[in-house]
């Protein structure tokens, strides 16, 4: 059951340039709880998740993780950072490195363990994610699905109190798609807040507490994976269920 | 012919002064191209500062130092400073006026290195917690220098064949050693040796850059 | 005098600069000059030995490839040093200018040859067999189908190479030809003052910062994205 909130955003807007991306949303959050968003493109989805943990700027609004200020210039932001993990769509796995030095990285270097706590706690990572075995190949030599598998456990082995997912499989092949939403679904039963931008509506139906409807900057609805599939209120939520479920 | 250009006896008599030269040479080579590669980093991460009051100043300079003639660097060095007072050893103008050059050269060939590395490699260094620093040289750095190593090793094989230069305001390398033992022996074989030994150092690393040119450019086609 | 001041009258002295511009103009035609054939014969001969290699007789390429391994290890002004110098002992005595033209285009032509051969080469067989099967001749696709693709591919770093050699032009110096660096040199000599220096260093980045910059944006607009 959802517990007390992780991330707060009120208010959240975004501008590039003079295009107004973001209009004033709020997104909260409780402990344990999936939050799926659905939308068009351009509906300011992946945006708004950049936002979460200040990859964009956003233009006005707040936004507070766990209890961080994130807009604060105060916050130490690399710290607070380490509390959100993120996977993205093109995995952005570090090509020079092999799996076991890409999850343990941030490790070493901004939570200061030494090597072989970090390779302790990055083998156990990388187990989670079904591939122990896998520690030492180089990305090069890994199947899409299990590079963004490894980017999960690379997310996961900072022990982060929220993950985001900015559409984590739409750059895999069908057949590899299985294997990544497994590990979120592992990953949602083991009690993890997660928000996920996605177009994997089979997933939202069976593992989201809620699911978010954006387009055109705003927040159009929001309710339980049944309502809002089934029985959405708005138009123009009822306009985009009916074009994805006639795919 | 071959007593001219490749006369025994006096091959074996120039041959311990081309030595020295080639010590000179490679001293030389030793301190400009750390010298220079450091220059050019340092430029190099300047210039990924979005900031344009940091980048065009940062742009002209490097462009200023690649159309400036390394040779005319020299002679203004040499020839000038003495008139502005100081009077600077033929090593040293030598070491200057490469360390600009070759920085300006290795700064951008660095530059377009870490341009190449993807966006998202930064991001994801960033969403971890990695600092701006660290990101950089752990992430961003290793890639970049993967990908423009065959820049990188041909701009260095340059600044080896630059040190010739030396030989006109006095620098002992190896030209000017040949230089020297053919106006004493009124004989081209000096020169030949020397030629002989620039290619045998130098040849190995024009092949290997061979190789590794033609797979970068294939990768682009 | 305060040191700014001083500082102009030795570096920036416009009666001395005034007396010498005649004779560094006369150093920039020569620079100009002696760029132009070497950009011309090198990039010519270059491109030829290129087309050479294609045709694929073992013999001929182990020469082309010695020679072009040979230019590119050889410091230019080894090369200059050599025919000025050298070849007098063999009665062939070239003039500064030729000795200067000569090695630079040798060495223009040895770096153009390796990378027409790479444009070339990296054009994907696809190419030639599709333009063969369509009934060209040899001669045919390689002008209408594989060089135009490959020239594109070695644009930028042609432009590169190019600016890198003939920024040579002022190892002339060390042969008594009269461009730029020679005519500043040998006025810094005869009026005991710099000013000549700078105002030659000022020729130099006139005809040089227009083509670095021109070599900066070719590359930005004819690389295809990756």
């Known amino acids: 059951m959802p517990g007390k909130p992780i991330v707060e955003a009120r208010g959240v807007h975004k501008y590039f340039g003079a295009l107004h991306v973001l209009k004033g949303v709020d997104l909260v959050l409780a402990e344990r709880e999936l939050a799926f968003v659905i939308g068009p493109s351009g509906s300011g989805k992946s945006t708004l998740l950049r936002c979460l943990n200040r990859l964009e700027e956003p233009s006005s609004g707040s936004i507070v993780v766990d209890g961080v200020d994130m807009l604060d210039p105060r916050t130490d932001l690399n710290h607070a950072r380490q509390r959100i993990g993120m996977v993205f769509q093109s995995f952005n796995l570090y090509p020079h490195m092999t799996a076991l030095g890409n999850v343990t990285l941030a490790l070493r270097k901004v939570a200061g363990r030494s090597r072989d706590e ?102 159009v609805e929001e309710g339980a994976p049944a309502q809002i599939f089934e029985a959405p209120r708005q138009q123009r939520t009822r306009a985009f269920i009916g074009q994805i479920q006639r795919h | 012919m071959l007593q001219t250009f490749f006369n025994p006896a006096i091959l074996k008599a120039a041959w311990p002064i081309l030595l020295d030269g080639l010590g000179n040479t490679l001293l030389l080579s030793i301190v400009v191209v750390p010298l220079g590669l450091f220059g050019g980093l340092a430029l190099a991460t300047l210039a990924s500062v979005r900031n344009p009051l940091v980048r065009w100043p940062l742009m002209a300079w490097v462009d200023f130092f690649r159309a400036f003639p390394p040779l005319v660097l020299l002679i203004l060095l040499f020839a000038g400073l003495p008139f502005a007072g100081l009077e600077l050893g ?69 600044v080896v064949k630059l040190t010739s230069l030396g030989s006109v305001v006095a620098t002992p390398e190896l030209l000017f050693q040949a230089r020297q033992a053919q106006s004493l022996t009124y004989n081209p074989s000096p020169i030949v040796l020397a030629a002989a030994v620039y290619f045998m150092l130098l040849w190995p690393l024009v092949r290997l850059l061979s190789r590794l040119e033609n797979r970068a450019l294939s990768a682009r086609a | 005098m305060s040191n700014w001041e001083r500082f102009l009258e030795t570096f920036f002295n416009a009666k001395v600069m005034a007396k010498y511009l005649p004779d560094i103009a006369h150093g920039t035609l020569v620079t100009v000059e002696l760029a132009g054939l070497v950009i011309l014969t090198g990039l010519a001969c270059g491109l030829a030995l290129a087309l050479l290699r294609s045709l694929g007789f073992r013999p001929v390429n182990f020469l082309v490839v010695f020679a072009v391994d040979l230019f590119r290890s050889l410091p230019p002004l080894v090369i200059i040093v050599f025919i000025y110098f050298g070849l007098p002992a063999v009665n062939v005595a070239p003039s500064g200018f030729v000795s200067t033209w000569l090695s630079l ?10 990378i027409f051969w790479a444009g070339i080469t990296s054009i994907a067989k696809g190419q030639w067999e599709a333009a063969l099967s369509t009934g060209l001749t040899y001669g045919q696709a390689l002008m209408s189908v594989v060089l135009p693709q490959a020239l594109r591919l070695t644009v930028p770093p042609l432009t590169n190479r190019t600016i890198a050699i003939t920024k040579g032009t002022a190892l002339g110096t060390v042969v008594a030809v009269s461009e730029i660096l020679g005519t500043a040199s040998s006025a810094v000599s005869n009026s005991y003052n710099p000013s000549p220096l700078i105002l030659g260093a000022a020729a130099y980045l006139v005809l040089f910062l227009p083509v670095v910059v021109l070599g900066r944006w070719l590359e930005t607009t004819m690389v295809w994205k990756r």
């Open chain 1, 118 to 219: 970090a390779d302790a706690v990055g083998r156990t990572a990388l187990a989670r994610v079904g591939l122990a075995d896998r520690a030492d190949y180089t990305p090069g030599q890994l199947s899409g699905g299990q590079q963004q598998r490894v980017a999960i456990a690379r997310a996961i082995a900072l022990e982060p109190r929220v993950m985001l997912f900015d559409e984590p499989t739409s750059a895999l092949d069908p057949e590899l798609v299985g294997s990544v939403l497994g590990v979120m679904r592992d990953l949602r039963e083991s009690g993890m807040a997660m928000v996920v931008v996605s177009h994997e509506m089979g997933f939202a139906r069976n593992a989201a507490d809620r699911v978010i409807f954006m387009d055109a900057g705003a927040v």
């Open chain 2, 90 to 158: 033929g090593f040293a103008c030598v070491c200057i006026a490469f360390f600009l050059n070759t920085g300006a050269y290795y700064g951008e060939i660095l530059r377009a290195g870490i341009e190449s590395v993807p966006a998202g490699q930064t991001e994801a260094a960033r969403s971890t917690g990695l600092g701006r620093i660290q990101t950089m040289l752990y992430v961003v750095l290793p890639q970049a220098v993967r990908n423009v190593l065959p820049d990188l090793l041909s701009n260095t094989l340059e």
């Open chain 3, 105 to 114: 285009s040798l060495v223009l032509t040895a770096f153009s040859e390796e």
